[in-house]
């Protein structure tokens, strides 16, 4: 069972707008990347928080990690058309078995 | 030319057919991995390989066999293809001397089962 819980679902803003996701997961992690997914595409890496940061930074990508909460949140600032696509979040977990967890994703249309 | 590629990209079978799909990287990594995505859904690990000799079974292995031919390949295999089988299927790679376990996707096999 995947254990990257993102919410909202789907969510549509208007250009310009700033888009807002959150994951949350139930494990211990190392890391937590997020990942842009066009439609039918293969899955494109955007940014990395490490378990023992609290924000990062990326142009107009801005990612926090509330490990106390288990919890991390992307937000796209000034969205355009182009950002349209499905955004999901990947633990780097820390059980004894090695798993790559990836969220169960957010679908994110940018009207313009 | 893209870094991690697919073949084939689409694949229609029937049940009960023997599939591989095929997976090749010029990115020098180690670390290999087959997962599956079905519609709507995030994406589930198969198997993965962290060298030539190393082979593990992911989320969902039942169903499923890879082969580890060389660094560059990675072959998944659907021994009996079943109608539940149908999803589109992604490569990935990541680079075993960093400390981050990044992946780099390759463009997905979208895989019919009748």
């Known amino acids: 069972s995947q254990q990257g819980e993102e919410d909202p679902q789907a969510l549509s803003i208007q250009e310009g707008e700033n888009a807002t996701m959150n994951c949350s997961y139930k494990t211990s992690i190392n890391n937590l990347q997020w990942y842009r997914q066009n439609s039918g595409r293969g899955l494109v890496h955007l940014i990395l928080?490490?378990?023992?940061?609290r924000e990062k930074h990326s142009g107009r990508l801005r990612v926090t990690l509330d490990t106390s909460k288990k919890s991390s949140s992307l937000l796209i600032t000034a969205s355009r058309a182009a950002d349209t696509a499905s955004y999901f979040c990947a633990l780097d977990t820390t059980s004894g078995t090695y798993k790559y967890i990836f969220g169960t994703g957010t679908r994110l249309k940018v009207l313009a | 030319d893209a870094d991690v590629t697919q073949t084939p990209r689409n694949r229609i079978t029937k049940t009960g057919k023997r599939i591989m799909l095929e997976c090749s990287q010029t990115k020098g990594h180690d670390r290999m991995y087959w997962y599956r995505q079905d519609p709507g859904l995030g994406l589930q690990l198969i198997y993965y390989?962290?060298?030539?000799?190393?082979?593990n079974k992911g989320e969902i292995s039942d169903g499923y066999s890879v082969s580890r031919q060389a660094q560059a390949k990675f072959s998944l295999s659907l021994e009996s293809a079943i109608p539940n089988q149908t999803a589109l299927y992604f490569c990935?790679?990541?680079?075993?001397?960093?400390?981050?376990?990044?992946?780099?996707f390759g463009p997905g096999t979208r895989l019919t089962v009748l």
């Open positions: 390989s962290f060298d030539v000799k190393d082979i």
């Open positions: 990935a790679t990541s680079d075993a001397t960093g400390a981050t376990d990044t992946q780099y």
């Open positions: 928080i490490r378990s023992n940061e």
